[in-house]
């Protein structure tokens, strides 16, 4: 009998992150080739970025070439990409729901369906939790997703002709724009739009170069989890950046004109966005019966198995205990790579019937970039300990993060043509996209 009249086992995988992306590219070289499985990837995009860099997107200083296609990806890789959204799961019948395709008038582009499994994978990440607090939800702009980070892209250049060359210019009210988070998301924006800010100006986009730029944050320090003497040299650097901080300041309310804190004090903001906090999304809250933690994340074991024996998850989604630690292990993209990894193991020891591979999450420490001004972090080992690193170096070990999630999806050899080519196109094409 041919391996063409066996029913494959079909391994699926919500979620297109860095994890998802990774698992779908590992299982489809090692399974999906020699024909031992089918491997399904969806995902609501059409194309991956990785997460850390959205704020790069929202800035218009990403180069586009770091977009990775998932049709052409799955291709080269042996996998099935299908574009949708999960709406539901039966796992009586084994089976998720994706809602339809719709365009952006509203027309359906591809019905609703559903894909059968064997093994299931959710890696749908994470969206920002506006904690329930007034006109976050109307008002805010957020940075969860490629398409959020484009269309705050288009209003910043939007807000920048309005302010400095169209009907707003002849006032003298700076551009301002106000974060809400000092976590690195936060802090890693405000480090971009000001070069942003520079680079306008020696366009002659913005001669005046007044953008003022202001992170709230109801923590006292900023970037809690670096140590707090990299967190304190970060904030002067930003205080140096001429960036407004407003430390110990919780937001009440937010409205069109701006934003109000617990203390009374009311910060007038063009752009407000949103970066304190995240959470699963709404939707997995008791997915069909699987048990789900107070921020809808799917609660897992050692192995990364929920409740179900045949349903994994993992990723910023995912709730599962840091060994030898209080609490979950962080949803950090170092998190989501090793996540991957184990369960790739896992699924392929799976169908050869043997045990699940039990994943141990190791902290190599955190790095943060303030762009071209400075990258800080700390790293973390068995023979140095704790050191804390910036500069050059730090910013070395920052890229070396990216280019691990590359060659994961890419291997050796791409990876380092996409970099040399990225070397030569940045120093032809335009520093920030303007449409």
């Given at each position: 009998?041919?391996?063409?009249?066996?029913?494959?086992?079909?391994?699926?995988?919500?979620?297109?992150?860095?994890?998802?992306?990774?698992?779908?590219?590992?299982?489809?070289?090692?399974?999906?080739?020699?024909?031992?499985?089918?491997?399904?990837?969806?995902?609501?995009?059409?194309?991956?970025?990785?997460?850390?860099?959205?704020?790069?997107?929202?800035?218009?200083?990403?180069?586009?070439?770091?977009?990775?296609?998932?049709?052409?990806?799955?291709?080269?890789?042996?996998?099935?990409?299908?574009?949708?959204?999960?709406?539901?799961?039966?796992?009586?019948?084994?089976?998720?729901?994706?809602?339809?395709?719709?365009?952006?008038?509203?027309?359906?582009?591809?019905?609703?369906?559903?894909?059968?499994?064997?093994?299931?994978?959710?890696?749908?990440?994470?969206?920002?939790?506006?904690?329930?607090?007034?006109?976050?939800a109307e008002h805010c702009l957020f940075l969860d997703t490629t398409?959020?980070?484009?269309?705050?892209?288009?209003?910043?250049?939007?807000?920048?002709?309005?302010?400095?060359?169209?009907?707003?210019?002849?006032?003298?009210?700076?551009?301002?724009?106000?974060?809400?988070?000092?976590?690195?998301?936060?802090?890693?924006?405000?480090?971009?739009?000001?070069?942003?800010?520079?680079?306008?100006?020696?366009?002659?986009?913005?001669?005046?170069?007044?953008?003022?730029?202001?992170?709230?944050?109801?923590a006292t320090q900023l970037l809690p989890a670096l140590p707090i003497?990299?967190?304190?040299?970060?904030?002067?650097?930003?205080?140096?950046?001429?960036?407004?901080?407003?430390?110990?300041?919780?937001?009440?309310?937010?409205?069109?004109?701006?934003?109000?804190?617990?203390?009374?004090?009311?910060?007038?903001?063009?752009?407000?966005?949103?970066?304190?906090?995240?959470?699963?999304?709404?939707?997995?809250?008791?997915?069909?019966?699987?048990?789900?933690?107070?921020?809808?994340?799917?609660?897992?074991?050692?192995?990364?198995?929920?409740?179900?024996?045949?349903?994994?998850?993992?990723?910023?989604?995912?709730?599962?205990?840091?060994?030898?630690?209080?609490?979950?292990?962080?949803?950090?993209?170092?998190?989501?790579?090793?996540?991957?990894?184990?369960?790739?193991?896992?699924?392929?020891?799976?169908?050869?019937?043997?045990?699940?591979?039990?994943?141990?999450?190791?902290?190599?420490?955190?790095?943060?970039?303030?762009?071209?001004?400075?990258?800080?972090?700390?790293?973390?080992?068995?023979?140095?300990?704790?050191?804390?690193?910036?500069?050059?170096?730090?910013?070395?070990?920052?890229?070396?993060?990216?280019?691990?999630?590359?060659?994961?999806?890419?291997?050796?050899?791409?990876?380092?043509?996409?970099?040399?080519?990225?070397?030569?196109?940045?120093?032809?094409?335009?520093?920030?996209?303007?449409?």
């Open positions: 009998m041919t391996n063409e009249n066996i029913e494959k086992h079909k391994v699926v995988i919500v979620g297109g992150g860095a994890a998802g992306l990774e698992l779908a590219t590992s299982l489809g070289r090692q399974l999906g080739k020699p024909g031992l499985a089918e491997i399904t990837l969806i995902d609501v995009a059409s194309t991956h970025i990785w997460k850390p860099l959205l704020h790069e997107v929202a800035a218009g200083t990403l180069d586009e070439s770091e977009q990775v296609e998932y049709l052409p990806q799955g291709h080269r890789n042996n996998f099935y990409f299908r574009l949708g959204r999960m709406e539901g799961l039966d796992r009586q019948k084994k089976q998720i729901v994706v809602s339809p395709t719709l365009s952006d008038s509203g027309e359906e582009l591809i019905p609703g369906r559903t894909f059968n499994y064997d093994t299931l994978v959710m890696s749908v990440g994470s969206v920002s939790n506006t904690f329930n607090i007034k006109g976050v398409s959020q980070a484009f269309k705050f892209q288009k209003q910043l250049f939007e807000s920048y002709l309005k302010s400095y060359i169209g009907k707003d210019s002849a006032n003298i009210k700076p551009l301002s724009i106000a974060i809400v988070g000092a976590g690195a998301t936060g802090v890693e924006l405000a480090a971009q739009l000001h070069e942003v800010t520079n680079v306008l100006a020696i366009y002659g986009l913005n001669e005046k170069s007044t953008v003022k730029l202001t992170i709230i944050e109801a003497k990299l967190a304190a040299a970060t904030q002067q650097q930003l205080v140096n950046l001429g960036v407004v901080l407003k430390m110990g300041r919780r937001v009440v309310e937010i409205t069109k004109e701006g934003i109000t804190t617990h203390d009374g004090e009311f910060i007038e903001a063009d752009l407000k966005v949103w970066a304190a906090g995240i959470k699963a999304p709404d939707w997995m809250k008791g997915l069909d019966g699987l048990e789900t933690n107070h921020i809808n994340q799917l609660v897992v074991d050692s192995t990364l198995k929920t409740s179900d024996d045949d349903i994994f998850a993992m990723g910023d989604c995912a709730a599962c205990l840091w060994k030898g630690h209080t609490g979950n292990v962080p949803p950090r993209a170092q998190a989501a790579h090793q996540q991957a990894s184990a369960l790739c193991k896992s699924i392929i020891n799976r169908l050869k019937g043997r045990g699940l591979v039990e994943f141990v999450y190791y902290d190599y420490g955190s790095l943060v970039s303030l762009g071209k001004y400075t990258t800080v972090g700390n790293l973390m080992g068995n023979l140095m300990g704790t050191v804390s690193i910036g500069g050059f170096i730090a910013k070395v070990v920052y890229l070396s993060l990216y280019k691990m999630h590359q060659v994961a999806i890419h291997g050796y050899f791409r990876t380092a043509m996409l970099t040399l080519s990225n070397v030569f196109r940045r120093s032809v094409y335009r520093k920030i996209k303007m449409h």
